[in-house]
């Protein structure tokens, strides 16, 4: 049975890459995020509503379902059943990515009294200038980018590490930027999925886009901006 087991292993890691296998060991459970402000300071641009549902019942419903899908993929490897493996990467790359997505959503945000809606300054608000023309540009390309997109997903604003050039990007699903390319790093994203809007704007996703920048703060993007171009 046991040299059984091992030649079980060994073929499994054969099939998936033992570099694979030992990052999948590596991966560890998420938990919600604190939001830095309350669920009702958006408002009237997002209602605390939303923000409750979307915070508390949607991103929580991607880190238990990831935590579960890592869970199970670790019994998996240790039993050497190739196939859950294999099956288990699909929910581990959408609740995954809807976890890092989110995170990154949040920091995007806040009240008009702690920055919300201000123009980025520093070396971002000049790259944006020198790779879009001006804010208002960079603007009007990501809405057009976010209403364009078809059934759900998410609008980027990111930097090719690598080129040290920002580039606008549209995701499907919960899609991580990096799946569009290994060097692109996000700055910006926003939530096109109905859940982050339909209770307040119905079916117009292109007035909430104009709206959410009222209260995006560009702050955790200069941040990154900052660290991937020095």
């Avoid at 995954?96 to 008009?112: D, E, T, V, Y």
């Avoid at 070396?123 to 209403?147: C, K, P, Q, T, V």
């Avoid at 292109?206 to 901006?225: C, G, M």
């Amino acid at each position: 049975m046991a040299l059984r087991s091992l030649a079980t292993i060994k073929t499994l890691s054969q099939g998936l890459n033992s570099t694979r296998l030992a990052q999948y060991r590596a991966l560890q459970t998420f938990s919600l995020p604190d939001l830095p402000y309350d669920y009702g300071v958006l408002e009237p641009i997002i209602s605390g509503e939303i923000m409750q549902l979307h915070h508390q019942k949607h991103h929580q419903t991607y880190i238990t379902n990831y935590n579960k899908a890592l869970e199970q993929l670790h019994e998996a490897i240790q039993k050497g059943d190739s196939s859950t493996v294999v099956k288990l990467q699909s929910a581990i790359k959408f609740n995954g990515g809807g976890h890092i997505n989110h995170s990154i959503f949040w920091k995007n945000l806040a009240p008009i009294w702690e920055g919300g809606g201000e123009p980025p300054k520093g070396s971002l608000g000049w790259a944006i200038d020198r790779n879009f023309g001006s804010l208002g540009s960079l603007i009007h390309n990501i809405n057009a980018e976010g209403a364009a997109l078809q059934g759900s997903g998410w609008v980027w604003l990111g930097v090719d590490k690598e080129l040290k050039k920002l580039v606008i990007q549209s995701t499907a699903n919960q899609d991580p930027l990096v799946t569009k390319g290994p060097n692109l790093v996000p700055l910006l994203g926003i939530d096109v999925w109905e859940h982050a809007y339909y209770l307040q704007y119905k079916n117009a996703r292109p007035d909430y886009l104009k709206n959410i920048w009222k209260v995006i703060d560009w702050k955790y993007a200069s941040e990154v901006y900052e660290k991937e171009c020095p």
